[in-house]
Nanobody, 121 residues
Framework: QVQLVESGGGLVQAGGSLRLSCAASGRTFSMAWFRQAPGKERDFVASINWSGGSTNYDGSVKGRFTIFRDNAKNTVYLQMSSLIPADTAVYYC?????????????????WGQGTQVTVSS
């Protein structure tokens, strides 16, 4: 059983930056970030494979967000820049025994509790 704990959420003005962290209690393979805005379904944001050499981004965040990991710390990060109000959501970290950086949330077995990100205009 792997436990995931997110941190780093908060309130930021549009155009600002935030870095989310997700610490895993054990070794993981592919990891990802998803987000859920109020009244909407949970959507894919970004994912990364075990080595960190392969990443995948949703088109809405490509060029603004960067996912990376530190396997020595069992931690994955999401650096978010040029934030816009549409990025407001609860952000969830996920992990799974996957070979690649997948975007399908059904393929991820472990989930964190989520961290709120609010971007004000």
């Amino acid at each position: 059983q792997v436990q995931l704990v997110e941190s780093g959420g908060g309130l930021v003005q549009a155009g600002g930056s935030l870095r989310l962290s997700c610490a895993a209690s054990g070794r993981t393979f592919s990891m990802a970030w998803f987000r859920q805005a109020p009244g909407k379904e949970r959507d894919f944001v970004a994912s990364i494979n075990w080595s960190g050499g392969s990443t995948n981004y949703d088109g809405s965040v490509k060029g603004r967000f960067t996912i990376f990991r530190d396997n020595a710390k069992n931690t994955v990060y999401l650096q978010m820049s040029s934030l816009i109000p549409a990025d407001t959501a609860v952000y969830y970290c996920a992990a799974g025994a996957l070979l690649g950086p997948r975007a399908n949330q059904n393929e991820y077995r472990y989930w964190g509790q989520g961290t709120q990100v609010t971007v004000s205009s």
